[in-house]
C-alpha cells in the first residue's frame, strides 16, 4: 500500500501513521449523520495523558446529554511551547442540536468550567480553509463536510497524524471513540 501524504502532513514532517490516518478518513467518510460539524480542539496543562482522556469522556457525555451524538479522533504531542497536549477533532451531529452550546469558548461557559476543574486550558483551533466561512465571510469554529468541504476535512484531520512533535517512545500516541458507540461518544 503507497504511503499517503497531505498537504499538511508535508509541511510537519512527513505521516507518523497511516493506520491511525486510515481511522481518521473513515470517521468524517463513513458516518450517518445528515447535518455533521468538525471541531478541533487543543488541550494542555496536564503531563497525563489519562487526564485528557477524562475531559474527553466529560464532554462526550455532556454532548450526549444535550442529545449531539458525536466520534473523535485524538492524539498526543510533546514539544517545547506546550509540553504533553491533547489534539483531538470531534465529528458532531448539529441536525436537532447546535454543537456550539457546548462546545464554545466563554468564560461562564459548560466546557470552560469543566476544564477549570480539571487544571487544564484549551483552545478551539477553527478551520483555516475561507471555504467553511458563513456567506458573509464570517470564520466559525467549526468545519461542515458538505460537498468539497469534506475533502477539506479530510486534510484538515490529517495534522493529527503529521510527525513533527509526535514521541514515538510512548506507550500509545492515538486515541478516539470506537466505532461500535460512536454514537456515544465514549472511548
Not at 8 to 14: K, L
Not at 109 to 127: C, F, G, N, S
Not at 145 to 167: F, N, P, Q, V
Request: aromatic residues 8%; glycine residues 4%.
Amino acid at each position: 500500500m503507497k504511503k499517503e501524504e497531505t498537504v499538511i502532513t508535508q509541511a510537519n514532517g512527513g505521516m507518523h501513521n497511516q493506520k491511525a490516518y486510515r481511522k481518521m478518513k473513515s470517521m468524517l467518510n463513513n458516518n450517518y449523520y445528515t447535518s455533521p460539524r468538525l471541531y478541533h480542539l487543543v488541550m494542555m496543562g496536564s503531563e497525563q495523558s489519562r487526564d485528557y482522556q477524562a475531559a474527553m469522556k466529560a464532554l462526550c457525555l455532556e454532548l450526549r446529554r444535550q442529545d449531539i451524538p458525536c466520534q473523535w479522533k485524538g492524539c498526543l504531542e510533546v514539544d517545547a511551547e506546550k509540553g504533553l497536549h491533547f489534539h483531538v477533532f470531534i465529528l458532531a451531529e448539529a441536525k436537532h442540536r447546535n454543537p456550539c452550546s457546548v462546545l464554545n469558548h466563554n468564560s461562564q461557559h459548560w466546557l470552560d468550567v469543566m476544564m477549570q476543574k480539571r487544571e487544564l486550558t484549551y483552545y478551539i483551533a477553527p478551520p483555516e480553509n475561507p471555504i467553511h466561512r458563513t456567506k458573509l465571510g464570517k470564520q466559525v469554529n467549526y468545519a461542515t463536510l458538505a460537498g468539497e468541504k469534506l475533502a477539506d476535512c479530510l486534510i484538515w484531520i490529517s495534522y493529527l497524524a503529521k510527525s513533527r512533535s509526535k514521541i514515538d517512545e510512548m506507550k500509545r500516541i492515538y486515541f478516539g471513540s470506537q466505532p461500535s458507540r460512536s454514537s456515544l461518544c465514549l472511548n
